[in-house]
């Protein structure tokens, strides 16, 4: 995991079908640990305890064209993260692998949420990652 000064404290999405964004972000962000912390009528909030930095709320305008990255405790973290997100609704962004235009040790997967908003899982190695394909342009 990244350690680093916090810059933002929460995020949240506006969703139009609740019950089909909380069946994609719980199952996406269980590989990268995290869980629903706070479920109410119209929203669901994620994160570990004590910290619920990302929720989804049903309402309307939906959140669109967004972009929030998860940070990932390892490679195999980011691989579940997309293959488990794609399972459950989202389509595929950017594939995982180094993305060396952000860093040789930055390794990654996009993926587009239910409103097309760009969610990543991303894994900051300690050392570049050479055993990995390597992905081009911006996600």
């Not at 916090?6 to 990268?32: K, N, W």
């Not at 009528?41 to 994160?47: A, I, L």
């Amino acid at each position: 995991m990244t350690t680093r000064r916090i810059v933002v404290d929460h995020v949240l999405f506006v969703v139009s079908d609740l019950a089909a964004s909380r069946r994609l972000y719980t199952a996406a962000l269980a590989p990268v640990g995290y869980e629903e912390l706070h479920v109410q009528d119209d929203g669901v909030h994620y994160g570990i305890e004590g910290l619920d930095d990302f929720a989804i709320y049903q309402g309307a305008p939906v959140t669109t064209a967004a972009h929030v990255a998860f940070d990932a405790a390892d490679r195999a973290s980011v691989d579940a993260f997309f293959e488990t997100a794609l399972a459950n609704g989202a389509t595929a962004r950017g594939e995982p692998g180094v993305w060396p235009q952000y860093s040789e040790r930055y390794y990654a997967a996009f993926v587009n949420d239910l409103h097309g908003n760009n969610v990543e899982a991303v894994w900051h190695a300690p050392e570049p990652v050479k055993d990995a394909p390597t992905r081009e342009g911006v996600p």
